[in-house]
Protein backbone atom coordinates (compact mmCIF):
# COMPACT_ATOMS: atom_id res chain seq x y z
CA UNK A 1 0.00 0.00 0.00
CA UNK A 2 2.82 2.13 0.83
CA UNK A 3 4.96 1.73 -2.17
CA UNK A 4 1.29 2.81 -4.22
CA UNK A 5 1.09 5.67 -3.01
CA UNK A 6 4.74 6.75 -3.20
CA UNK A 7 4.21 5.98 -6.83
CA UNK A 8 1.11 7.78 -7.35
CA UNK A 9 3.21 10.74 -5.81
CA UNK A 10 5.88 10.17 -7.89
CA UNK A 11 3.54 9.93 -10.76
CA UNK A 12 2.28 13.42 -10.41
CA UNK A 13 5.78 15.03 -10.37
CA UNK A 14 6.76 13.82 -13.15
CA UNK A 15 3.87 15.02 -15.48
CA UNK A 16 2.70 18.48 -13.21
CA UNK A 17 5.80 20.90 -12.71
CA UNK A 18 3.66 22.68 -10.03
CA UNK A 19 4.48 19.94 -7.72
CA UNK A 20 7.52 21.11 -6.04
CA UNK A 21 7.07 18.71 -3.01
CA UNK A 22 5.59 16.23 -1.18
CA UNK A 23 4.07 17.98 0.92
CA UNK A 24 2.19 19.97 -1.73
CA UNK A 25 1.50 17.15 -3.15
CA UNK A 26 -0.40 15.76 -0.36
CA UNK A 27 -2.15 18.56 0.15
CA UNK A 28 -3.28 20.15 -3.17
CA UNK A 29 -4.55 18.01 -5.37
CA UNK A 30 -7.61 16.63 -5.37
CA UNK A 31 -7.29 13.92 -7.98
CA UNK A 32 -4.83 12.17 -5.79
CA UNK A 33 -7.49 12.08 -3.28
CA UNK A 34 -10.02 11.44 -5.65
CA UNK A 35 -7.87 8.26 -6.67
CA UNK A 36 -7.36 6.97 -2.96
CA UNK A 37 -10.94 7.25 -2.25
CA UNK A 38 -11.85 5.22 -5.24
CA UNK A 39 -9.67 2.49 -3.88
CA UNK A 40 -11.43 2.14 -0.98
CA UNK A 41 -15.12 2.80 -2.43
CA UNK A 42 -13.95 0.16 -5.50
CA UNK A 43 -13.38 -2.80 -2.74
CA UNK A 44 -16.39 -1.67 -0.50
CA UNK A 45 -18.10 -2.16 -4.46
CA UNK A 46 -16.60 -5.37 -5.35
CA UNK A 47 -17.41 -6.75 -1.79
CA UNK A 48 -20.99 -5.99 -1.92
CA UNK A 49 -21.38 -3.00 -0.03
CA UNK A 50 -22.88 -0.96 -3.16
CA UNK A 51 -24.84 1.51 -1.27
CA UNK A 52 -21.86 2.65 0.71
CA UNK A 53 -19.71 2.69 -1.35
CA UNK A 54 -21.76 5.02 -3.89
CA UNK A 55 -22.81 7.08 -1.13
CA UNK A 56 -18.44 7.74 -0.45
CA UNK A 57 -18.07 8.34 -4.04
CA UNK A 58 -20.32 11.39 -4.02
CA UNK A 59 -19.11 12.58 -1.03
CA UNK A 60 -15.55 12.42 -2.60
CA UNK A 61 -17.26 14.43 -5.61
CA UNK A 62 -18.52 17.10 -3.15
CA UNK A 63 -15.06 17.54 -1.43
CA UNK A 64 -13.24 17.24 -4.82
CA UNK A 65 -14.79 18.43 -7.75
CA UNK A 66 -14.59 14.73 -9.08
CA UNK A 67 -16.83 12.13 -9.83
CA UNK A 68 -15.54 8.49 -9.96
CA UNK A 69 -18.42 5.85 -9.89
CA UNK A 70 -16.98 2.43 -7.25
CA UNK A 71 -17.38 0.32 -10.41
CA UNK A 72 -14.62 1.59 -12.43
CA UNK A 73 -11.24 -0.44 -13.09
CA UNK A 74 -7.88 2.11 -12.46
CA UNK A 75 -4.91 0.80 -13.60
CA UNK A 76 -1.85 2.25 -11.74
CA UNK A 77 0.33 6.04 -11.71
CA UNK A 78 -3.02 7.37 -12.96
CA UNK A 79 -3.36 10.95 -12.66
CA UNK A 80 -6.35 13.78 -12.87
CA UNK A 81 -4.55 17.01 -13.32
CA UNK A 82 -6.42 19.68 -11.49
CA UNK A 83 -9.80 17.19 -12.21
CA UNK A 84 -12.48 19.64 -11.60
CA UNK A 85 -15.30 18.04 -13.19
CA UNK A 86 -14.08 15.14 -14.09
CA UNK A 87 -16.68 12.16 -14.60
CA UNK A 88 -15.65 8.56 -14.84
CA UNK A 89 -18.31 5.93 -15.64
CA UNK A 90 -19.56 2.95 -14.02
CA UNK A 91 -17.46 0.13 -16.62
CA UNK A 92 -15.29 2.58 -17.40
CA UNK A 93 -11.70 0.42 -17.54
CA UNK A 94 -8.63 3.17 -17.47
CA UNK A 95 -4.92 1.42 -17.99
CA UNK A 96 -1.46 2.23 -16.20
CA UNK A 97 -0.08 5.73 -16.32
CA UNK A 98 -3.39 7.44 -18.01
CA UNK A 99 -3.64 10.86 -17.65
CA UNK A 100 -6.56 13.34 -17.63
CA UNK A 101 -7.22 16.69 -17.84
CA UNK A 102 -9.90 18.81 -15.75
CA UNK A 103 -13.18 18.42 -17.55
CA UNK A 104 -13.16 15.27 -19.27
CA UNK A 105 -16.10 12.72 -19.52
CA UNK A 106 -15.57 8.97 -19.61
CA UNK A 107 -19.33 8.12 -19.85
CA UNK A 108 -22.05 5.95 -22.04
CA UNK A 109 -24.98 6.65 -24.15
CA UNK A 110 -28.39 5.80 -24.05
CA UNK A 111 -29.17 3.19 -21.47
CA UNK A 112 -27.28 0.40 -22.56
CA UNK A 113 -26.90 -2.56 -20.08
CA UNK A 114 -23.57 -4.35 -19.57
CA UNK A 115 -19.70 -2.63 -20.82
CA UNK A 116 -21.32 1.06 -21.80
CA UNK A 117 -18.41 2.58 -20.49
CA UNK A 118 -14.75 2.97 -22.88
CA UNK A 119 -11.13 1.55 -22.43
CA UNK A 120 -8.15 3.55 -22.26
CA UNK A 121 -4.99 1.68 -22.76
CA UNK A 122 -2.10 2.74 -21.12
CA UNK A 123 -0.10 5.57 -21.48
CA UNK A 124 -2.87 7.33 -22.69
CA UNK A 125 -3.69 11.23 -22.30
CA UNK A 126 -7.26 13.18 -22.57
CA UNK A 127 -7.29 16.64 -23.00
CA UNK A 128 -9.36 20.09 -21.56
CA UNK A 129 -13.24 18.98 -21.54
CA UNK A 130 -13.21 16.18 -23.98
CA UNK A 131 -15.18 13.30 -23.74
CA UNK A 132 -15.00 9.47 -24.75
CA UNK A 133 -18.77 7.86 -24.87
CA UNK A 134 -19.81 4.36 -25.36
CA UNK A 135 -17.87 1.22 -25.04
CA UNK A 136 -15.04 2.12 -27.11
CA UNK A 137 -11.07 1.68 -26.91
CA UNK A 138 -8.67 4.14 -27.17
CA UNK A 139 -5.32 2.40 -27.95
CA UNK A 140 -1.80 2.41 -26.09
CA UNK A 141 0.17 5.88 -26.30
CA UNK A 142 -2.80 8.14 -27.63
CA UNK A 143 -4.00 11.32 -26.90
CA UNK A 144 -7.70 13.00 -26.91
CA UNK A 145 -7.29 16.78 -28.00
CA UNK A 146 -9.40 19.01 -25.58
CA UNK A 147 -13.09 19.44 -26.89
CA UNK A 148 -13.25 16.58 -28.42
CA UNK A 149 -16.13 14.30 -28.48
CA UNK A 150 -15.37 10.44 -29.33
CA UNK A 151 -17.70 7.77 -30.18
CA UNK A 152 -15.80 5.30 -32.06
CA UNK A 153 -12.52 3.05 -31.12
CA UNK A 154 -9.15 5.37 -31.56
CA UNK A 155 -5.94 3.16 -32.42
CA UNK A 156 -2.73 2.97 -30.77
CA UNK A 157 -0.40 5.76 -31.31
CA UNK A 158 -2.60 7.92 -32.44
CA UNK A 159 -4.65 11.53 -31.45
CA UNK A 160 -8.54 12.32 -32.30
CA UNK A 161 -9.69 15.81 -32.95
CA UNK A 162 -12.57 17.47 -32.99
CA UNK A 163 -16.15 16.67 -32.88
CA UNK A 164 -17.06 13.86 -33.54
CA UNK A 165 -13.48 13.07 -33.04
CA UNK A 166 -11.20 12.49 -35.83
CA UNK A 167 -8.39 9.85 -36.25
CA UNK A 168 -5.13 11.32 -37.44
CA UNK A 169 -2.91 8.00 -36.93
CA UNK A 170 1.00 8.89 -36.54
CA UNK A 171 2.88 6.53 -39.19
CA UNK A 172 5.75 5.28 -38.40
CA UNK A 173 6.00 7.28 -34.97
CA UNK A 174 5.55 5.71 -31.72
CA UNK A 175 5.18 6.84 -28.54
CA UNK A 176 6.73 5.01 -25.61
CA UNK A 177 7.49 7.73 -22.96
CA UNK A 178 4.17 9.38 -21.98
CA UNK A 179 3.76 12.46 -23.96
CA UNK A 180 1.80 15.54 -22.19
CA UNK A 181 1.21 17.92 -25.06
CA UNK A 182 -2.43 17.41 -25.74
CA UNK A 183 -1.95 21.02 -26.81
CA UNK A 184 -0.22 20.36 -30.18
CA UNK A 185 -2.57 18.75 -32.39
CA UNK A 186 -3.16 18.83 -36.10
CA UNK A 187 -6.11 20.16 -37.78
CA UNK A 188 -7.78 18.25 -40.24
CA UNK A 189 -9.81 21.31 -41.50
CA UNK A 190 -6.25 22.87 -42.06
CA UNK A 191 -5.03 19.79 -43.45
CA UNK A 192 -8.35 19.51 -45.92
CA UNK A 193 -7.96 22.75 -46.96
CA UNK A 194 -3.61 22.45 -48.32
CA UNK A 195 -4.89 19.15 -49.82
CA UNK A 196 -6.95 20.82 -52.19
CA UNK A 197 -4.44 23.84 -53.05
CA UNK A 198 -2.55 21.18 -54.07
CA UNK A 199 -4.39 19.16 -56.07
CA UNK A 200 -5.99 22.85 -57.70
CA UNK A 201 -2.56 24.05 -58.62
CA UNK A 202 -1.65 20.60 -60.32
CA UNK A 203 -5.25 21.03 -62.11
CA UNK A 204 -4.19 24.22 -63.32
CA UNK A 205 -0.47 23.29 -64.56
CA UNK A 206 -1.84 20.40 -65.99
CA UNK A 207 -4.47 22.60 -67.97
CA UNK A 208 -1.77 25.68 -68.77
CA UNK A 209 0.19 22.75 -70.25
CA UNK A 210 -2.54 21.11 -72.27
CA UNK A 211 -3.50 24.65 -73.59
CA UNK A 212 0.29 25.25 -74.53
CA UNK A 213 0.37 22.23 -76.61
CA UNK A 214 -2.72 22.96 -78.73
CA UNK A 215 -1.57 26.56 -79.38
CA UNK A 216 2.10 24.86 -80.58
CA UNK A 217 -0.65 22.26 -82.78
CA UNK A 218 -2.85 24.85 -84.32
CA UNK A 219 -5.66 23.20 -82.79
CA UNK A 220 -8.57 25.32 -81.25
CA UNK A 221 -8.09 25.85 -77.35
CA UNK A 222 -11.69 24.42 -76.82
CA UNK A 223 -12.52 21.16 -77.17
CA UNK A 224 -14.69 20.14 -80.49
CA UNK A 225 -13.64 23.31 -82.57
CA UNK A 226 -15.71 25.81 -80.58
CA UNK A 227 -14.87 29.23 -81.34
CA UNK A 228 -12.89 31.11 -78.94
CA UNK A 229 -13.73 35.04 -79.70
CA UNK A 230 -16.76 37.23 -79.97
CA UNK A 231 -16.38 37.75 -83.42
CA UNK A 232 -17.34 34.07 -84.82
CA UNK A 233 -20.71 34.02 -82.94
CA UNK A 234 -23.37 35.23 -85.34
CA UNK A 235 -25.57 38.17 -84.56
CA UNK A 236 -29.28 36.73 -83.41
CA UNK A 237 -31.82 37.56 -85.85
CA UNK A 238 -34.01 39.98 -85.38
CA UNK A 239 -37.62 38.76 -83.86
CA UNK A 240 -40.90 39.81 -85.62
CA UNK A 241 -42.30 42.78 -83.57
CA UNK A 242 -46.04 42.06 -81.91
CA UNK A 243 -46.38 45.55 -81.15
CA UNK A 244 -49.78 46.95 -82.10
CA UNK A 245 -48.10 49.52 -84.68
CA UNK A 246 -47.63 46.75 -87.22
CA UNK A 247 -50.25 44.67 -86.26
CA UNK A 248 -53.12 44.67 -89.42
CA UNK A 249 -55.84 46.94 -89.49
CA UNK A 250 -59.11 45.06 -88.17
CA UNK A 251 -62.18 44.86 -90.84
Not at 18 to 27: E, G, H, M, Q, R
Not at 162 to 183: F, M, N, Q, S, T
Not at 224 to 236: A, C, F, L, R, W
Request: glycine residues 12%; contains cysteine.
Amino acid sequence: MLARIREDIRAVKERDPAATSTLSVLINYPGLHALWAHRVNHWLWRHGRRGLARYLSQVTRWLTGIEIHPGATIGARFFIDHGMGVVIGETTVIGDDVTLYQGVTLGGTGKETGKRHPTLEDCVVVGVGSAVLGNITVGRGSKVGAGAVVIEDVPPNSTAVGIPGRVVVRAGERVEAIDLHHEDLPDPVVEMFTSLTRRIDRLERRLARDEGLSEELGEPTFPNGSPTTSESIPEEAPRPSTSRKNAPAAD
